[in-house]
């Protein structure tokens, strides 16, 4: 990326200072960063003492065969055992884990103790079904408590997981078992979703019937739907429910792969990204106490995500679970049975902290303000975001219309591959800037370079870095070794790649331009798809944008955007609004920024984790077939935006 990237900055200036009185109490403090600077792995080392060792480690860090760490080295300890029976014994037994709420409007409590004994029955059915530490098992579950236990037992006996999110198809669960070489599955009937009961074991069918590695299939009954059963498969309630309720974790190594979770990438097989034991539990248990500011004994927690995904893992089951905190979890849609959904969710537990996606409050956005207005969140005190850039005017809508103009907004970056949060503002130190992640966090070694390595200036941009292993660090490509140094340890000597543009701003703040595919060259300037869709969504008549480079013959690539209305916008249709819009983003970011072409559509192609695929709407932009859409949420989606094009030029 060039310096002409620069001269498009987002000309953002609004600041939030953190709020005086979590600034007064905040878990983490100015000091935490110079104490991590002074010695980063003495204070990773400190970290790791929040967790309960069975046997102590000896070195912090062992990286004499880069890029493969070992993090507390000889140290063992038992994952589950620190996520759950620790807290029983220091006498929080009583205190509530999860506020578990189902779309039906069904609800279960598990404190700490009921954890405890559901994860045990739940280990010593693994082992009845002749699972052993080390084995993989798959977890093709919908949000229902099952989905942690289930993870907890298998950490507790030793045994990998892959959770696979429960959207995905058969075809891509089976290449997923395949992968791993699973010898269980762990699935239910069914979820609900938007209302209806969403079959899952079907799907499941569909794939064992052609992964030999699968030796049982084990079904939690949600729904009640009928499906049909094989000799391989074994009810949850008549396996788990009878089993005893106690059982003794053992220690294992602190480098012991506790999950491999797929992530898609945009070419080839996906990639297995497996994590471990005590430098990942060490990261997400630290970072959630820091950058979320968690009281356990006061807060009540939210991260919207799904456990399918890596957010789901480190922040509603192993960073809060760790930090003994109180958390909600939501199996459904937010749009279910009405659009105030989640707003009710955090009205009805006092919700104080809530982590979310900007897709989801760009989608609020368009659903209109009055419907979080309708709800009573004064006791939320903290607000995150997680999975894309956040546009500025979505972080200023956050602020205002959830979280009051009160809560800080941490805006957090990270990856499947970095495991746990790298930069995010400390709420109680950093001021907000409206699209700016701001800071690596302390122990945490971030850079923006130059295509040659070189870190940039303040003001400069390039390409995002992490200098120095750090504890929740991918260990590697499940079995593929190769893959992993090529695809993250290659591209700049010494340093991990992490596929995404970056910015520096004068005073040194991070600014995420997204990935580094997505960057559009016109007429010989670099343009980030983030910047200019930013800029579409600062028109008071657009909720959300999505822009693509289509080849042209003049100027190379062209800039094509997608938008999508507010709800309540008036006038937003033909040329008149395109002329608008195009003569906003020229204001904004200046005449080379302007698109060549705007498309008003009713929605975007996203993949299940809620991001946008350019791809496929560079394919419509460029009038292409379409290529891959298995990864999209709703097929149909392309077909309503194709039907708007206008014939084709
Ligand atoms: C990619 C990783 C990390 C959990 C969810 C996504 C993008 C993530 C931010 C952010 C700008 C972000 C990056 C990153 N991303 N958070 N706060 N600001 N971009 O995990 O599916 O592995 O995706 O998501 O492009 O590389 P993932």
Redesign the pocket.
Known sequence: MSQETLSNLLQENRRFAPPPELAASANATAETYAEAAEDRLGFWARQAERLSWSKPWGEVLDWTNPPFAKWFVGGELNVAYNCVDRHVEAGLGDRVAYHWEGEPGDTRTLTYADLQGEVNKAANALLELGVRKGDRVAIYLPMIPELPISMLACARIGATHSVVFGGFSADALRKRIDDAQAKLVITADGGYRRGKPSALKPTVDEAVAETPSIEKVLVVRRTNEPTATHERDVWWHDLVDGQSDEHEAQPHDAEHPLFILY?SGTTGNPKGILHTSGGYLTQVAYTHHAVFDLKPETDVYWCS?DIG???GHSYIVYGPLANGATSVMYEGTPDTPHRGRWWEVIQKYKVTIFYT?PTAIRTFMKWGDDIPAGYDLSSLRLIG??????NPEAYVWYRHHIGADRCPVV????????GGIM??PLPGVTEGKPGA?MRPLPGVSVDVVDDQGQAVPNGGGGFLVVKEPWPSMLRTIWGDDERYVKTYWSRFEGMYF???GAKKDDDGDLW?L??VDDVMLVSGHNISTTEVESALVSHPKVAEAAVTGATDPVTGQAIVAFVIPRGAAEGTEGEGFAKELRDHVAKALGPIAKPRQIMVVPELPKTR?G?IMRRLLKDVAENRSLGDVTTLTDGSVMDLISAKLPAAK
Not at 411 to 418: M, P, R
């Open positions: 992530t995500a995904w890596v957010t996606a975001s997680v999975g894309e850039p956040i805006d957090t970056w990270w990856q499947t591959e970095t930069i995010s992640a992490a596929g995404d995420l997204g990935r984790s991001k």
